[in-house]
């Protein structure tokens, strides 16, 4: 059997069909052209089927099917056809004019429309339909005054930062409803809706406050397309939430829809409900793809179904061929402008056939694909973003920033006013705000409420004395305490009287400090606010505001803590622990740049639940510090003890400043923005507060940690509470903050006065620490192992470093010492030796002077490692171990020392002959104490008779104190 062939079939088909035309059959022409088109329908030969489509359209059209012909022109006006531009513009000619006697047709006939027809053109990109809820553009001002960025149609976010802002939101709930976690309730408040949010919740809008829908229109011809009078569809269910329906429950509820209204050409039924925008005339040019924006405003309360869009769809006529392609005639950017019916403009002539229809925006949702039903058939979940709730009116809050700095030095404060204006209809309170980087920002004292028109604008000249308050001069030396300042993500914002009534503006101070990190940075914050009257749909709302700032290099500080190792008096009691701080400031700003000619610094503070600062120069010094680009300065500070935190149990959240000033001014640095500034970037918080982001239950708190704070609430039993003990004997736990003042020189020639703070916490003794980042090599990246090896546990005994450093030590003696040696063959000299347990736990201590018991160390402990590094004055230095000097008395001693305690123990030297003696051979071990010390201590000490010493199991022998010179003189020589 001969294979059929179809196309051959096909081709005489269209012979006989254009047979039958010309011997005017048109019903067997029309029959043969629909019976080839089966054949050449979907075969890609588009030219051919453009063909069979027109010549079916003419034909239908010929016998009066004007359906038929309408639906044969329609598929003519693709975006796959590949008609050259003229032929383009035939078609839609030729499917507007059939689709025009179509309806007029079906009026004549009295069939009234209840819904309008469905249009082909242009192509709508459904899924990139997008949602704006509030004002479609920002407050224009004028000056140094911005608005809030907030969220517009530009804002493009990707899934990271979209979880970001969630976050934040999260954290300003909890608190400012005090939770311990998010309410059953809650849902994140989405101001811009597109594909990529969770459209599965209704969104919430407020009444009288613009609803804005884009809609992506695409034209696939190659010719104009004139869109005019556009609007959208919709219906409405007005819904009361704040009474209920008492008297009938069951009544169903009227929906009430524009599409009538749209028919009739009449909206001022539908703009009392919603006010509608209707946008006169766009043009689209040949294959154009353009947003277009429609904006709604309901009046009323209730479910609000944006349906699609209805205008009217005509050709460019060749008298409005001078129109300039793609101007938007009506698309106005501004929601308040009125909203009226047009007529066709004047640029259409009477030849244009326009026709009226719609196109529907029905979504598609997301495919779900949570349960193994669902990934093994095709489900879609709902797309509500067009579904929205109307809520009853809330304030609407309105920010604007007045000298938001736009580049900064790192480290850097300026000064910003922040004004908050109500345009809502109802009070405002809870007014908070979170951000990602909490140290950038600071709010200080806030202003008494003005109305707008009496607004007192901030002067645009910032000096060091109107961002840092000034003390007197004789409060130099004087310490002021501050209470710890739990800096959190989610700071409030003080308003007088606690709420911002309708149309009452605020205007409050902001201070900003530039980040330590150079570069360009996103600062993201994000206000919260709640009405004074509850609402029962929408329970808070938020204002988005994204800074970016640009840094620059400044300074950068190094610091280190040592203990001191001079003498303590016996009546210093109070005093007994000492610090030594080393603070270098180098200037990072390059030479070659000429913008800034010099940093002056101009104090420096000390912050500490413990310490307090003082300055090893002399006091009065009024001379600045100035440090030209690439050099360096270097500061020697002592710092004592301020209070003993385990004796007074808890520090009582109190934190003392010290200043040490090197200008003619004192800051406060107890004050705002100096203090601020140190709660929000100590290290410790920081590290808080990434601990507990990750916990969804709590709020993200930024609150600063002290080692002794650590230790409440433990049992002293808990190895982790002996491990942090015994860690707290090398902790400093205070911060050092630098004062510095830059000299800028513009590119104008004009110069300004820049004033900054930096500062640099100092955890543990003897480790260097510094602001300036390193960047280290990235960790080459393991090979993947499939057995799973067993976890290390971790150890709770502390470093070496740390079990070295137990106890601070010095000797009391007279630096000379006059001896009769022809009298008395040997001087005694009696030596007091000052012990200060630096542990939060009780120390068991041994005190040995035997001349076997010292030897065997001597050289392991002047031995130079990474904690004792060579000295190389120590050569020159009297040898530690003589045979005219040595120990007499008590060979060994053995106590306790309570924790944060001293002692003082009485040694005797004995010398045979004058010189210069090192009594730094003595050798001081200590251990932590355990219940049943004294048993357990004679349980482990083991006779070595080999040997002739003692073997003590747990003790560490302290690190040695710097050299203790004493110098005999014989009275007679």
């Known amino acids: 059997m001969r294979k059929p062939m179809v196309r051959k079939y096909a081709f005489h088909m269209i012979l006989a069909g254009h047979r039958y035309s010309k011997a005017a059959q048109r019903k067997h022409a029309l029959r043969s052209y629909c019976q080839a088109l089966q054949v050449y329908k979907g075969k890609r030969w588009s030219l051919a089927e453009d063909h069979i489509n027109f010549t079916i359209g003419r034909q239908s059209f010929n016998l009066k099917q004007l359906e038929n012909a309408t639906a044969a022109f329609k598929h003519l006006l693709t975006n796959e056809s590949k008609q050259p531009a003229t032929q383009q513009g035939a078609f839609l000619r030729e499917y507007l004019f059939v689709f025009k006697q179509l309806l007029s047709l079906q009026a004549q006939e009295g069939q009234t429309l209840t819904t309008l027809p469905q249009l082909p053109l242009p192509i709508i990109n459904k899924p990139a339909t997008r949602v704006l809820l509030g004002n479609l553009q920002r407050p224009q001002y004028k000056g140094t005054k911005t608005a809030a960025t907030s969220f517009t149609f530009e804002t493009v976010l990707n899934r990271s930062e979209r979880d970001q802002w969630k976050e934040l939101e999260e954290m300003s709930v909890l608190v400012a409803g005090k939770y311990r976690k998010l309410p059953d309730s809650f849902r994140p408040s989405l101001q811009l809706l597109h594909g990529s949010t969770d459209n599965s919740n209704n969104p919430l809008a407020v009444v009288e ?387 800034i000619t010099e940093f002056s610094i101009e104090q420096v503070s000390c912050a500490s639940t413990r310490w307090a600062a003082e300055c090893l120069g002399p006091k009065g010094s009024a001379q600045e510090l100035k440090i030209s680009g690439g050099e360096s300065q270097r500061f020697c500070l002592k710092a004592c003890q301020y209070r003993n935190p385990c004796k007074n149990g808890r520090n009582n959240g109190e934190v003392v400043f010290t200043n040490i000033t090197f200008g003619k001014s004192v800051v406060d640095s107890a004050a705002t923005p100096c203090c601020d500034f140190y709660f929000r970037s100590r290290p410790t918080s920081l590290l808080s507060s990434t601990d507990s982001s990750s916990n969804k239950s709590t709020p993200s708190t930024l609150s600063p940690v002290d080692s002794t704070d650590q230790l409440q609430g433990m049992e002293k039993t808990d190895e982790r509470w002996r491990k942090l003990a015994l860690e707290s004997s090398i902790a400093a736990e205070l911060s050092l903050i630098v004062l510095w003042k830059a000299f800028v020189v513009d590119d104008d020639g004009k110069s300004h006065t820049l004033v900054g703070q930096h500062q640099i916490a100092i955890e543990a003794l003897n480790k260097e620490v510094t602001t300036q980042i390193i960047t280290r090599r990235p960790i080459e990246q393991q090979y993947l192992k499939f057995v799973k090896e067993p976890e290390a546990e971790e150890k709770q005994e502390p470093s070496q470093d740390v079990m070295m450093q137990l106890l601070k030590y010095t000797l009391g003696f007279p630096e000379t010492k006059v001896h009769d040696f022809t009298r008395n063959r040997t001087c005694v000299l ?70 944060q305690c001293s002692h003082q123990s009485m040694l005797w030297s004995c010398f045979s002959k004058p010189g210069v003696f090192n009594l730094n051979s003595i050798r001081i071990m200590a251990r932590s104490h355990r219940e049943g010390g004294m048993q357990l201590r004679r349980e482990e000490q083991e006779a070595d008779t080999s040997q002739g010493k003692v073997q003590r199991s747990g003790f560490t022998r302290q690190k040695n104190v710097s050299p203790n010179l004493v110098t005999v003189v014989d009275s007679e020589s």
């Open 830 to 899: 009696p030596i007091q030796l000052n012990l200060y347990n630096c542990a939060a736990t009780d120390l068991d201590v041994v005190i040995e002077t035997a001349e076997e018991e010292i030897n065997t160390d001597i050289e392991t402990a002047t031995e130079p490692t990474e904690s004792n590094p060579p000295d190389y004055w120590t050569s020159m230095l009297p040898p530690v171990k003589c045979t005219n000097f040595a120990w007499v008395g008590h060979v060994s001693q053995q106590f306790t020392l309570s924790a």
């Open 209 to 595: 406050e613009p609803i804005t829908v884009e809609v992506m229109l695409e034209n696939p011809l190659k010719v104009s397309l004139v869109l005019t009078n556009i609007t959208l569809l919709w219906k409405f269910v007005a819904v009361n939430y704040e009474t209920v329906n008492q008297e009938n429950p069951e009544q169903q509820p009227t929906v009430l829809s524009n599409e009538a209204d749209v028919l009739n050409g009449k909206l001022d039924q539908s703009h009392n409900v919603i006010e509608t925008e209707v946008i006169p005339e766009i043009c689209l040019s040949a294959q154009e793809i353009k947003p277009l924006h429609l904006c709604v405003r309901p009046h009323q309360t209730g479910e609000l179904h944006v349906l699609g869009i209805t205008y009217n769809l005509s050709a460019q006529s060749s008298g409005s061929s001078n129109q300039i392609p793609g101007k938007d005639v009506g698309n106005k950017e501004v929601p308040d402008s009125p909203k009226v019916i047009l007529k066709r403009p004047s640029s259409f002539s009477s030849s244009v056939v326009s026709v009226q229809g719609r196109q529907d925006l029905d979504i598609q949702g997301p495919r779900l694909n949570s349960t193994k039903q669902d990934r093994c058939s095709v489900v879609y979940g709902p797309d509500r973003r067009l579904d929205l709730v109307v809520a009853p009116s809330m304030p609407c809050l309105e920010i604007a920033f007045t000298n938001f700095p736009s580049s900064l030095l790192c480290g850097e404060v300026s000064q910003v006013y922040v004004e908050f204006t109500n345009k809502g209809s109802h009070g405002l309170q809870k007014l908070q705000v979170a951000s990602n980087h909490p140290e950038f920002f600071s709010f200080g004292v806030t202003k008494t409420p003005v109305s707008q028109s009496q607004l007192i604008q901030p002067p645009n000249d910032q000096s060091q004395q109107s961002i840092y308050r000034t003390i007197p001069k004789d409060e130099i030396g004087g310490e002021r305490t501050v209470k710890v300042c739990n800096v959190s993500r989610v700071t409030d914002i003080t308003i007088p009287n606690g709420t911002l009534s309708p149309g009452e503006s605020i205007e409050l101070p902001m201070w900003v400090r530039g980040p330590d990190k150079s570069g360009v940075h996103e600062i993201n914050m994000l206000f919260y606010y709640e009405p004074v009257e509850e609402n029962p749909r929408m329970r808070h709302r938020t204002v988005y505001h994204t800074a970016v700032v640009h840094t620059s290099n400044s300074v950068s500080l190094t610091a280190s803590a040592h203990r001191a190792h001079a003498a303590d008096m016996p009546n210093n009691k109070g005093k007994d622990l000492g610090l030594l701080v080393s603070l270098a400031v180098d200037n990072l700003n390059q030479v070659h740049d000429s913008n």
